[in-house]
């Protein structure tokens, strides 16, 4: 039975292993991978931009003094001057000029002229459509003719958000008819180094043999954190335009950015830390990404795959063997483990493990082994409610449901309380009775000693024709076993009465019964074949529960108990010794005794009999029969007729006339079960 459920239980991690596998490989949790890059971004801490980057902001300030947008292009030409003069060696701007300015043509000339002359601007264009899966861009808008013309490199400012609108990773370059057109950021880079864009090809990140065909022509930009303003060197355009400070303390050996912070220009990007961040800072981490060569990179897809199979593993082979504390320890593990890894290696090594599929397929499997262990749960609830509901105890029931393991298969040894009632005259009453007659006896005897015996926690073992055999402190344990026990008993014989009346009332005969019970050691659990089983108990104390229930025949009593039981529940129950007898098939002899009422519920006449009695028993074994013969006389008067003490007034007479032998040890041997 485990080894199905554990079985089972691998084929469900499996089953998920496998869905998270073809979901993964199909993008199913890209939108999901996203949000963790971005949450790794915000909890990896504080992670300024180079220092020589900084970046001439178009800001609100500016234009109010300056006026509106766009500024004549002399303006721009007056920025670049004095950038250049103060020492800057690369002038990037995120501006597009890619029309002549109409109003003013001679203004167009002057930056023209003045670009060409300083040797360190990189212009912007655009593509009108998106670059492609190819990396080929389409209807390109240059700057005019005269600035594309003066300029050191142009580069594309295209960006290419995500598809959920976040801008994280870049395209490097693009292609145009037979042209190969570097991105703002790539220009600026190898303006900035000194370098043509052929010789920076090869060290562009997702390069593969120097073969673009098999570049994967992706940055993925390591952003500096915008939360923290001094990540960020910015100066506003209108301060850097006027006054006569020397500039070069600011920006000599820097590469500069010029682009628009103004949220009326509408150059706003959302990045992971915040939704608006202004498009010329994204080129900046852009460049910083190049020099430092710190860009975020991603494992392989086959890493991934990997992590998911060992996941599936862990929660297939080790996790359904253990306690349901270690299966949600082991969980929280995982899930932690893999959390804490991951912002690991992105705040260190600025490696992006895809952690969703590993965390999806721990959830999934833990999910499934979760739901599958409170299905078999209720189902084995109700197998064993269903298995027990006829002749267990609703208390005992709600105990072993909650802990199936109490009913430990193939048996274990434990002391318990056995319990044998017999009708009384059987045979004679199904001679006499018609079938139908006997089976409406039976039914209403049986069902109600069941209730009994139900009542007090006992499991009903089985009906074995006129008799009941019951046990107790199994499945469930009960410390008060044998007390449970010999309460059943009683009442079993305090419903003599009613039931009588009620089988009188019907012109049917009376019944009477007789109870053996015996506590011990036994094997008790579940005993059969592997498809057909009882729970049942075994051992010489059921043997023995069965000899004393027939056993009473010989003395005329109800309820014989076991010195064991009687040590048991002697606190809670009244009776008086019986005999020291020596059942058929065994040697070492045992004390019975008889079971008689609830403590403190004998009437006072029977417990100055009962006093009487124990006193003439101990004569009678110390061979004193003369004595005790008078002793047991006068029990009789204050319980007459009673059947036990007739017994041994019948055993002192004979030993009077004949006496045992001197070896004689008290004990009476059964000659019969």
Request: aromatic share 12%; proline share 4%.
């Amino acid at each position: 039975m485990v080894k199905k459920h554990l079985t089972r239980s691998f084929l469900l991690c499996l089953v998920v292993t496998f869905w998270v596998l073809g979901f993964y490989t199909f993008g199913g949790f890209d939108s999901l991978e996203l949000k963790a890059v971005d949450f790794r971004f915000q909890m990896r801490g504080n992670r300024p931009l180079q220092k020589n980057i900084s970046v001439v902001v178009i800001d609100e300030k500016s234009i109010e003094k300056l006026g509106r947008w766009p500024w004549p292009r002399a303006t721009h030409a007056k920025l670049v001057r004095r950038l250049e003069k103060a020492g800057a060696k690369a002038i990037a701007f995120d501006t597009l000029f890619t029309e002549p300015d109409m109003t003013n043509q001679k203004s167009d000339e002057i930056l023209a002229e003045t670009v060409g002359n300083s040797g360190v601007v990189v212009s912007a264009f655009f593509f009108k459509n998106e670059i492609d899966e190819n990396h080929i861009g389409k209807n390109v808008a240059y700057p005019y003719q005269g600035l594309n013309e003066s300029s050191s490199y142009v580069g594309f400012v295209n960006l290419n958000p995500d598809h959920d609108g976040v801008t994280r990773r870049t395209k490097l370059y693009a292609i145009e008819g037979e042209d190969l057109l570097p991105s703002l950021g790539v220009a600026t880079y190898c303006l900035s180094e000194g370098k043509t864009f052929e010789e920076v090809i090869p060290q562009l990140p997702g390069m593969i043999d120097n073969d673009l065909s098999l570049s994967k022509n992706e940055l993925f930009v390591n952003f500096a954190d915008p939360r923290y303003k001094n990540n960020y060197s910015q100066h506003s355009y209108v301060d850097i335009l006027t006054g006569d400070k020397d500039l070069s303390s600011l920006f000599n050996g820097k590469i500069v950015f010029v682009g628009a912070t103004a949220a009326a220009l509408f150059d706003m990007k959302a990045i992971p830390f915040v939704s608006k961040f202004p498009g010329v800072f994204v080129h900046a981490n852009i460049v910083d990404n190049l020099i430092n060569k710190n860009w975020i990179r991603e494992i392989e897809s086959y890493w991934t795959f990997l992590f998911v199979i060992l996941v599936g593993l862990l929660f297939g082979f080790y996790i359904p063997r253990q306690s349901t504390w270690i299966k949600l320890v082991s969980f929280f593990v995982v899930v932690g483990g893999g959390v804490g890894f991951s912002l690991w290696l992105f705040s260190t090594q600025q490696l992006v493990v895809h952690i969703v599929p590993p965390l999806i397929t721990a959830l999934g499997c833990y999910g499934a082994l979760i739901f599958y262990h409170l299905v078999i749960e209720e189902k084995e609830k109700r197998k064993i409610k269903g298995s027990f509901k006829q002749y267990l105890s609703p208390k005992v029931i709600e105990i072993i449901t909650k802990d199936p393991s109490k009913l430990k298969l193939g048996g274990e040894e434990r002391e318990v309380t056995i319990f044998f009632l017999d009708i009384a005259g059987f045979t004679t009453m199904s001679e006499a009775l018609a079938p139908t007659q006997l089976v409406e006896v039976m039914n209403q005897c049986l069902t109600k000693f069941s209730n009994v015996i139900l009542k007090q926690q006992g499991l009903i073992n089985k009906y074995i024709g006129d008799c009941i055999m019951a046990f107790w402190n199994a499945p469930a344990v009960q410390p008060n076993h044998a007390t449970l026990a010999c309460l059943a008993g009683l009442e079993c014989i305090e419903a003599l009465p009613e039931l009588n009346k009620s089988f009188q009332a019907k012109g049917l005969p009376s019944i009477d019964c007789r109870v053996g019970i015996n506590t011990g050691n036994a094997v008790v659990g579940n005993m059969g074949s592997m498809d057909r089983f009882d729970y049942t108990v075994m051992g010489d104390s059921v043997n023995l529960a069965s000899r004393l229930e027939g056993a009473n025949k010989q003395y005329h009593s109800h309820i014989m108990i076991s010195e064991r039981t009687f040590e048991s529940a002697k606190e809670d129950i009244e009776a008086r010794d019986m005999d020291l007898i020596r059942v058929k098939g065994k040697v070492k002899p045992i004390k019975v005794f008889e079971l008689l009422s609830r403590r403190g519920k004998l009437d006072e006449q029977f417990n100055k009999g009962r006093k009487l009695y124990h006193d003439a028993l101990h004569l009678y074994r110390e061979r004193e029969f003369d004595d005790a013969l008078h002793g047991f006389q006068e029990v009789l008067d204050f319980i007459p007729n009673d059947p036990l003490t007739r017994v041994y007034l019948e055993r002192a007479r004979q030993f009077t006339i004949s006496p045992p032998p001197s070896q004689w040890d008290g004990v009476w041997v059964m000659k019969t079960k």
